[in-house]
């Protein structure tokens, strides 16, 4: 089936929507006609080169829409159900997914060797994350399109596929934060966003929030966020120690910088665990004094929250319809798929949130 889609060439050229065929589902796939999809940093990453990728590549992973056709042996989903797009690979039969933990999978296929899409010319094309959401109509395997209520608006549901999931999975799931605690965010883009509201939901009673964009601050002030450190005018790790009497229980670092990741290190107390969620250069390595680790400090990885996405995507729906998470306040802009250029541009200034595409002409 034929469909307009997302496409990126490699060589640092400009993204360019084509017409591309997109594959009809076989044995355990969905193809899904994709109603909203946000653009997402991992996506700039790619055009950027610090997530090699190979190309031709279907961009967007950040999805939701509608399921337009099932495969032979599809059973969670049937055509006509509101789904959002899950970017885990995982096979969900083994040890790993049984005992709730998919991220830890090593049975699903690479996503970097799948090639649903056809462009002009015969070209395959690959798909991006388990999704490629920046297309009118894509194709994923079955445990990508998770079913949610019909209720939610689809370009809501569409953040709940990578933002929400990373930034809520990553207090809740992997780091586990207690009620009553302190925690401090190191960057609150539309991850730390979401690790602030996710603080929100697990009861911290001090949410310190710190950026050097006043706009994200005053953002995150929102979202629920007790105090606010702009670190362009201050020392943000003697903010926090000062804050917090010493040092938080729990940092999150969302920005992918690996002297970020020192400083939020460094602001925890003794007994504290420091949470990587952000994505530096792959290849990357950074160094610390092993000694400050004795007072039983600890240093925890998050792979997309440590999601459990057949549970967690509609507990996380079902928060946002009962008025308990933030997703509106989340969108910045809207843009159809042509303005693919000015959306990654308005992402690379820090003008967003989150920038979500609109096709509804998929339906």
Not at 15 to 30: L, N, T, W, Y
């Amino acid at each position: 089936m034929k469909t307009r889609g997302a496409v990126y060439f490699g060589g640092g050229k400009p993204v360019s929507i084509e017409e591309v065929e997109v594959r009809d589902p076989g044995a355990g796939e969905v193809r899904v006609a994709i109603h909203a999809a946000g653009l997402c940093h991992s996506d700039q990453s790619v055009i950027d080169g610090t997530i090699p990728y190979p190309v031709p590549v279907v961009l967007g992973h950040e999805g939701a829409g509608i399921v337009e056709a099932i495969g032979p042996g599809v059973t969670s989903v049937r055509e006509g159900d509101h789904v959002i797009l899950s970017t885990l690979a995982h096979c969900g039969r083994c040890r790993a997914c049984e005992g709730g933990k998919p991220t830890a999978c090593k049975n699903a296929p690479n996503p970097k060797d799948t090639t649903p899409f056809t462009l002009g010319g015969g070209t395959s094309a690959f798909q991006f994350a388990n999704a490629s959401a920046f297309a009118e109509r894509t194709l994923v395997k079955e445990q990508s399109a998770i079913a949610v209520d019909r209720r939610l608006p689809f370009d809501r549901a569409a953040l709940i596929g990578c933002g929400i999931m990373t930034g809520v999975g990553a207090v809740l799931n992997r780091a586990q934060v207690e009620a009553g605690s302190s925690m401090a965010v190191f960057g609150v883009g539309g991850i730390g966003l979401n690790c602030v509201q996710g603080g929100v939901l697990a009861g911290a009673s001090q949410i310190i929030a710190i950026d050097v964009n006043p706009q994200k601050l005053e953002l995150a002030k929102r979202f629920g966020a007790t105090h606010l450190v702009d670190a362009s005018k201050e020392d943000a790790l003697a903010a926090v120690r000062d804050l917090t009497g010493g040092g938080a229980e729990y940092t999150f670092e969302c920005v992918g910088n690996l002297a970020v990741i020192q400083q939020a290190l460094d602001a925890l107390a003794a007994g504290g665990t420091l949470t990587v969620v952000g994505v530096p250069k792959i290849g990357s390595k950074y160094e610390f004094v092993v000694h400050t680790l004795y007072n039983n400090k600890g240093i925890l990885g998050c792979r997309y929250g440590a999601a459990r996405p057949r549970r967690d995507f509609p507990m996380l729906a079902d928060l946002y319809l009962s008025g308990r998470l933030k997703i509106d306040e989340l969108i910045t802009s809207h843009y159809a798929l042509d303005d693919f250029g000015r959306a990654l541009h308005d992402l690379e200034q820090g003008h967003l949130a989150r920038g979500v595409f609109r096709m509804d002409s998929a339906a």
